[in-house]
């Protein structure tokens, strides 16, 4: 019998032991870094923080965990045995008059959030205690952070916590796991499901705990006897408030009150009658809204799917970038097609706005041409918004770095000059003037207008619109090289001249690999290994230069 005696009052001494406790950060291993770590505190119980520091200056008692911001700062633990009450201390850290608010979550859920605080400029030394009760039994996972998700900084200290035994029933929880607060749906959305997670609940029709009431927009009480997700008709340009609260089997609320509130809208789709009107919109209200475009523009460059599926438009009026990266327009469309049916959100990348398409739209009419305005760089650089995504042409513009060697690569500057200085980006690195040497002397340029955070820059679609059509950038008239590609350890070179004649070979760095006079309209290249090069010609004062490949 005083064994049984002894056996009852280990088991319950070991119950009380594992089902309070504290923590006094003691054995806290956080730095003056923000980190993410872990430590093992009092009763044996490993704690997790992530992007966390130490106290520093602005201690409670001693060592103490401060949190950073809301996105990915927050201290973790799984405490065995149950929880009564759950308690800690906090204070504002630092100077900053961010408002701070932390939030409780149990076992994943978001249950008890603190007073708002922390808005006065300077220190503040106030002590703040938050007590909850959380009454749920078993291993309960707990962790404290800010609320939300931003990355502002809202630092504050964190110690004391405490925690006593569970007792009694577990408290009924109720969350709204979708969708998140302040969500705004795209306008063909014609219904949303409010996704619930109920615990310690047992909701039926009459069977169980209670069901669960709830109300859209104040109106009528919906009675609904089921955990399964609650779908609303919603329509676009309106806003909606759903309430949801647990009630036990007579319609009553369940005592202490558990009710969840969600709020959600649906976005208008602005509908406005060319490119020209929807920049201006987007000027006068920000980016983000929905547009259907009732022009037909026309596709200037269509870049493939493994390039974000995207279009270069333009109407009349003004050009816009299409950028499709989920492949929502599925019409096979060309350079040259009109679109019709374009509906799309807008954003911004790189300071270029563009157009996120909503669904699929059409081709209305193939073969159309755009005949790029003449413009200077001066033009554009004053008023890169009027030409952003638009074709144009810069007339008698020069490449100022062209050597006869250097190459194009891709996502590379290269000034071009009409008088005034532009950078040519080589942004398509599917275009086939990569690898192609970047040509000498002036020529009209036919160029897409793009930027990056407000410096103004060109693209151009292909080597046509790039290269010369004069011959400076082939001067040796008649000249042949060949084989290319070369498999062999000779190189001939032919031209109408046949003329003395020298090369210079250049690797794709530009390092000088091969100096040689052509003998016999040859030249050796047996000590060249495999891969690309560039071949400078002269003959008679006259240079060309050519890729060659050996292999």
Do not use: C
Not at 108 to 118: E, K, L, P, Q
Not at 335 to 360: C, H, M, R, Y
Not at 435 to 458: C, D, K, M, T
């Amino acid at each position: 019998m005083k064994k049984l005696y002894f056996l009852l009052f280990t088991f319950f001494s070991l119950s009380t032991i594992y089902s309070q406790g504290s923590e006094d950060f003691t054995n806290s291993t956080a730095t003056a870094s923000y980190l993410d770590g872990s430590f093992v505190g009092n009763g044996g119980i490993t704690w997790t923080y992530g992007h966390s520091r130490n106290e520093d200056i602005y201690a409670i008692n001693g060592k103490g965990l401060m949190l950073r911001r809301a996105s990915d700062s927050y201290l973790e633990a799984t405490i065995p045995g149950g929880i009564g009450d759950f308690t800690f201390e906090y204070r504002k850290a630092f100077t900053g008059t961010t408002e701070r608010q932390l939030e409780l979550l149990v076992n994943g859920v978001a249950i008890a959030t603190t007073a708002t605080f922390g808005t006065i400029s300077g220190e503040e030394t106030t002590i703040y205690t938050f007590t909850h009760t959380v009454n749920q039994p078993g291993n309960v996972t707990i962790r404290i952070k800010n609320i939300g998700a931003t990355t502002t900084n809202r630092q504050t200290t964190i110690d004391n916590i405490s925690w006593t035994a569970f007792s009694g029933t577990p408290i009924p929880s109720l969350l709204i796991t979708a969708p998140a607060n302040a969500t705004t749906f795209n306008p063909n959305t014609t219904s949303v499901d409010v996704v619930l997670s109920i615990n310690n609940f047992n909701v039926a029709n009459g069977t169980g705990d209670g069901h669960i009431h709830y109300t859209v927009n104040g109106g009528a009480v919906v009675m609904k006897y089921d955990t399964d997700p609650i779908s609303i008709p919603v329509t676009p340009g309106n806003s909606y408030t759903v309430y949801v609260e647990l009630v036990d089997n007579s319609h009553n609320p369940i005592a202490p009150a558990v009710n969840q509130t969600v709020t959600f809208d649906v976005a208008d789709l602005t509908v406005v009658a060319d490119l020209a009107a929807l920049r201006a919109d987007v000027e006068l209200n920000g980016i983000g809204k929905y547009y259907q475009v009732s022009s037909n523009p026309i596709i200037t460059f269509a870049r493939p799917l493994a390039n974000r599926n995207q279009k270069y438009i333009q109407d009349a009026s003004a050009g816009i970038l299409i950028d499709d990266l989920s492949g929502t327009i599925s019409t096979p469309m060309v350079a040259g097609d009109a679109i019709s049916g374009l509906k799309g959100q807008t954003s911004l990348f790189g300071g270029v706005l563009q157009l996120l398409p909503l669904e699929n739209a059409t081709v209305a009419s193939s073969g159309n041409v755009i005949t790029p305005q003449i413009v200077t760089a001066a033009d554009i650089i004053a008023n890169i918004e009027t030409y952003e995504s638009e074709l144009v042409q810069i007339n008698n513009a020069s490449f100022t770095t062209a050597d006869g060697v250097v190459a194009f690569a891709t996502s590379q500057n290269y000034n071009l000059n009409d008088g005034t200085d532009i950078a040519f980006r080589t942004l398509f690195s599917e275009a086939d003037y990569i690898g192609q040497i970047v040509p000498q002397g002036a020529g009209n340029r036919v160029v897409l207008v793009a930027e990056f955070n407000g410096v103004p820059q060109v693209v151009s679609r292909s080597l046509a619109e790039v290269t010369l059509s004069s011959s400076s950038f082939n001067a040796i008239e008649g000249l042949t090289m060949y084989p290319n590609p070369l498999k062999g350890n000779t190189l001939y070179l032919t031209s109408t001249a046949n003329a003395a004649m020298s090369v210079q070979i250049f690797d794709v760095l530009g390092k000088e690999v091969l100096k040689s006079n052509v003998m016999n309209n040859a030249v050796s290249v047996s000590g060249l290994n495999a891969g690309v090069y560039i071949v400078k010609i002269t003959e008679e004062g006259k240079t060309a230069s050519r890729k060659l490949v050996i292999q």
